[in-house]
């Protein structure tokens, strides 16, 4: 991604445009599915994945001017780099986004999520969302277990899920692909 303060919700491209495979984010313990969004409430595949990795709280939310209240600060905050202690799961149900995460030199990724896809950013890694310029995401959002909601503006590398991220990953190049079965 770019490093132009243009509106975020603009692609961002390098120039020229470079694209990152599925398996470097892989290395840096993003894991995602294309799954079917039209049947999601029937969809076996989800109901795999989610039993494999005891995803047990789910909700759905829409962001959007109309949807949500606050809806420019929201995204504001949204797009402020912060990490969670647990896992952050989003299954596009409609529209699109970005999350932009870190690689092992500190560089932005953009990761583009459409209809039917499915992200999960692990514990510990710092990360922003936006929108892009179709303003809209209706977004299912899993958890294990209660939900816990706290985003840790960066810097918080004194937690033990920062720690945990930085050494399983960052520093080993380690790499936490999950397969649903």
């Known amino acids: 991604m770019d490093d132009s303060e ?3 919700r603009l692609p961002h491209h390098r120039e020229p445009k470079e694209f990152i495979p599925l398996a470097k984010l892989s290395e840096l313990g993003v894991v995602s599915w294309n799954l079917n969004a039209d049947n999601w409430e029937k969809d076996e595949n989800l109901k795999k994945i989610r039993e494999a990795r005891g995803y047990s ?3 759905i939310c829409d962001v959007c001017p109309e949807k949500l209240p606050n809806y420019e ?3 504001k905050n949204f797009f402020e780099e912060h990490l969670h202690t647990d896992e952050e799961i989003r299954y596009c149900l ?7 995460v870190r690689d092992q030199n500190e560089q ?4 583009a999520v459409k209809k039917g896809g499915m992200i999960v ?5 710092y990360h922003r969302f936006t929108l892009d310029s179709d303003n809209y995401i209706k977004a299912m959002r899993l958890f294990v277990g209660e939900p816990i909601w706290t985003p840790y503006n960066r810097p918080h590398d004194h937690l033990p899920a920062r720690k945990e991220y930085v050494d399983k990953i960052i520093n080993r190049g380690g790499n936490q692909t999950v397969e649903a079965r």
Do not use: N
């Open 108 to 111: 932005w990724i953009r990761i």
């Open 94 to 100: 409609e529209g699109s986004g970005y999350f932009d």
């Open 73 to 75: 600060a929201k995204l």
């Open 57 to 59: 709280y789910v909700d």
């Open 121 to 125: 950013l692990p514990a510990g890694m």
């Open 6 to 8: 243009e509106d975020q």
